[in-house]
């Protein structure tokens, strides 16, 4: 008998029906010679320190470092769990042959190993390694079964991923909790979330710290167009251009110094306002400007972002429901391009997106081109890009759809023409002041008309606001001219949304726009595209940050603690990817696993040690996120009776996607206070679980895993 195990059971089922398993047993499907099996994700997981040594079991500094001679596996505690690996133990041990169905990922594929490992497998594995859940490409992947081995470094990575991260997170958590925590509450440290915590906090302390510099600026309005005055670059600018081209062009360095004072520029503005304005020079330059990218996981998470509002979460969720809906491909990527065996499935997808006929239809009947912007087999690993199946999308929610319209147009798009562009620069002089506008005219709109606004999203962005057609300009031409200053003040860094938060964790704090440049910066971004979403989750949950509509902002806990961390190693973007690098070259084979924890355990010991001897009496003052919500909630209720002393009691309306509780308790109220409000709260011990009512007192729904957390009732 063969036994397939699948991630998920609805992905189980999928893969039942097209083996022709069709009868439903307790844990598992069979039939024509398959037992299709599945996990709920993870089922087991890395020991708990205690489980090592009874000694690790109380948190004290002197067990520190714990770093178990080998690392060692269990079961979670759960019933359901316990009850589905049972199961799965007892169909593997009985099997022919095993095929791992998991998800293909780095995540997907240390699930299903810990649970064949767990189980005692010791028949021939074959791994199922596919893109998109349709029948199509299930059958596909059955008649092309890799071997387990293949894998091997892919399992190599995620373990090594898992045991630094218990490694860090378990260590750093105690060391700094009790060093520098106060009334027992649990100051979180981990490998990815601190170094995105400093992200923010050190965006924060620089905007506070901005100091504003006035400064101004000449311009001139000549037959209703505005131009501006050419400012000479500083010694500092034309170094790095020089530096940046290799010597190799002398730097034009025309204009006028920056106007520092008022004074400076009114001089200027009357010694030219009566003078007349020649056009010098007239440029034209034709140009294209290409589709934009397929999605990987984050390019669609910041896009959903700025659209829609949607945390990372949501969009993750929402793709993950597409891709389980057999709509699009696999969602946890983060390459934006093809594989070339794709190309000739291309105008089955298109013919399947029913929903977007008018588009699709200028492509039919004719060869689809194969651009390598698009199609690119050197720059795909385990997955290409996210794009539509072909499968038709029906049944979707207005989210889904609204995700599933963003991957169906960028798809459709990259086969429509170069859009056609052509960017006028008018250069003017004044009594030897030189003067620039430049304007842009889209002479051919190509893959615009994809995305153009007759298309009733009122979410859709503008196309055309950097558009500024000028009008027909004549070299040697004059005339009048109204010359203006304009008072301006340098502004602050913006804080960050999620969007850029993304963006920045995927480059490691560097923010750029160019996509080949941000390319090159992937090989050092913090976290996994698959897991970067749950990490800023992880923060908010802790109380380490909150939204301020778009905004993301530390709260004084957060800018605390990484304050009080003089490591770097802890809290540096550049380091922790650095890191990052070595474990997708774990995946690559080309970095030794056991050098990687070599390292990382050299690393934990010497963060202990430099913390060990601060001798300060630092303590990080924590908030009570409980206590700070039910104050906002009175604030707000106090408000409303305010401004409508006669109104009568209106029915509660449902908390916004924003004010979801996400924080993490971090003081325990009292129960005479709270009474039952306390009931669903959020563990203040563990941070993981909810509270509990039990016969004599509250308790964590984490208990059966080891949450300790008690309030007798008063």
């Known amino acids: ?147 387990q081995s293949d894998f091997q470094s892919l399992y190599e990575a995620g373990l090594s991923r898992a045991m630094g991260d218990w490694l860090l997170g378990m260590n750093a958590t105690r060391l700094y909790t009790i060093k520098y925590g106060q009334n027992k509450q649990v100051l979180s440290i981990g490998r990815v979330q601190t170094p995105t915590l400093a992200l923010i906090v050190n965006r924060q302390l620089e905007i506070a710290n901005f100091q504003p510099k006035q400064y101004w600026e000449l311009k001139t309005n000549y037959r209703d167009t505005t131009f501006s005055a050419l400012i000479r670059k500083s010694d500092e600018e034309i170094a790095a251009e020089e530096e940046k081209n290799g010597g190799k062009k002398k730097i034009d360095n025309p204009g006028i110094d920056p106007i520092a ?70 969602p946890r990527v983060d390459t934006t391009f093809l594989s070339d065996d794709i190309y000739p499935k291309c105008p089955g997808i298109l013919k399947g997106l029913r929903d977007y006929e008018v588009l699709t239809a200028p492509l039919n009947g004719s060869t689809l081109p194969k651009s390598k912007k698009v199609f690119d087999n050197s720059k795909v690993t385990d997955h290409h890009a996210i794009i539509p199946t072909g499968v038709y ?48 005219q889209i ?32 070299k040697g031409e004059s005339g009048p001219h109204i010359p203006d200053l304009n008072e301006k003040w340098t502004q602050p860094p913006r804080p960050f949304t999620e969007a850029t938060l993304l963006r920045a964790m995927e480059t490691a704090g560097k923010l750029v726009d160019n996509d080949e440049l941000r390319d090159a910066l992937k090989e050092n971004g913090i976290g996994r595209p698959s897991t970067r979403a749950a990490i800023i989750e992880t923060l908010f949950k802790r109380n380490y940050i909150r939204k301020e509509r778009k905004n993301l902002i530390a709260t004084p806990t957060g800018v605390e603690l990484v304050q009080i961390i003089h490591e770097e190693l802890l809290k540096s973007a550049e380091l922790t990817g650095i890191w990052e690098k070595k474990l997708r070259e ?66 509660k309306p449902s908390a916004p996607k924003d004010s979801k509780p996400k924080a993490t308790p971090t003081a325990i109220p009292s129960v005479a206070d709270n009474a ?39």
């Not at 089922?13 to 039939?31: F, M, N, Q, S, W």
């Not at 990987?296 to 793709?319: G, M, P, R």
């Not at 207005?398 to 056609?420: G, Q, S, T, W």
């Open 261 to 330: 004072n008022r004074e400076e520029g009114e001089t200027l503005v009357e010694r030219i306002k009566d003078l007349p304005f020649i056009v010098t020079s007239v440029g034209k330059k034709d140009g294209k400007e290409y589709a934009p990218r397929l999605f990987d996981l984050t390019s669609l998470q910041v896009e959903c972002n700025k659209k829609f509002a949607y945390s990372a979460d949501e969009t993750l969720k929402l793709i993950q429901s597409l891709y389980e809906k057999k709509v699009a491909t696999y």
């Open 586 to 651: 774990i995946e690559k084979k080309t970095y030794d696993a056991r050098q990687f924890l070599e390292e990382l355990k050299q690393m934990v010991s010497e963060v202990v040690m430099s913390v060990l001897s601060d001798n300060t009496n630092r303590r990080i003052t924590i908030q009570d996120a409980v206590a700070a919500q039910a104050e906002e909630k009175a604030k707000k209720e106090t408000k409303k009776r305010e401004r409508k002393p006669s109104a009568p009691k209106e029915k």
């Open 676 to 714: 039952d409000a306390l009931v669903g709260q959020p563990c203040p011990l563990c941070g993981k679980g909810t509270i509990i009512k039990g016969k004599t007192a509250y308790g964590c729904s984490e208990w059966r895993n080891g949450c300790a957390y008690r309030k007798n009732f008063e």
């Open 443 to 474: 002479l051919e709109p190509g893959w615009r008309v994809v995305f153009a606004k007759d298309v009733k999203d009122s979410t859709e962005e503008k196309e055309d606001e950097d558009e500024n057609v000028l009008p027909a300009f004549v």
């Open 1 to 147: 008998m063969i036994v397939c195990i699948a991630e998920k059971p609805s992905v189980a089922r999928d893969i039942a029906e097209v083996l022709g398993a069709h009868t439903r047993k307790e844990g598992y499907i069979e039939g024509n010679g398959y037992q299709v099996t599945w996990t709920f994700g993870h089922l087991c997981t890395l020991k708990e320190p205690h489980e090592y040594t009874p000694n690790w079991k109380s948190w004290s500094l002197s067990s520190l470092p714990m770093i178990p001679p080998r690392f060692g596996i269990k079961l979670i505690e759960n019933p359901t769990y316990e009850k589905q690996f049972h199961t799965i133990e007892w169909l593997m041990q009985n099997a022919d042959e095993i095929i791992n169905c998991g998800d293909a990922g780095q995540e997907g594929e240390l699930i299903q190993r810990w649970v064949m490992q767990k189980a005692g497998a010791r028949c021939p594995v074959k791994r199922l390694w596919i893109s998109s859940l349709t029948e199509e490409a299930i059958r596909e992947g059955f008649a092309k079964l890799k071997d």
């Open 393 to 440: 999308a029906q049944n979707l929610t207005d989210m889904e759809r609204r995700v599933y319209d963003l991957i169906a147009r960028r798809f459709i798009a990259v086969f429509y023409p170069d859009c056609k562009i052509s960017t006028t620069t008018v250069m003017g002089e004044v009594d030897k002041i030189e003067f620039k506008v430049t304007g842009k």
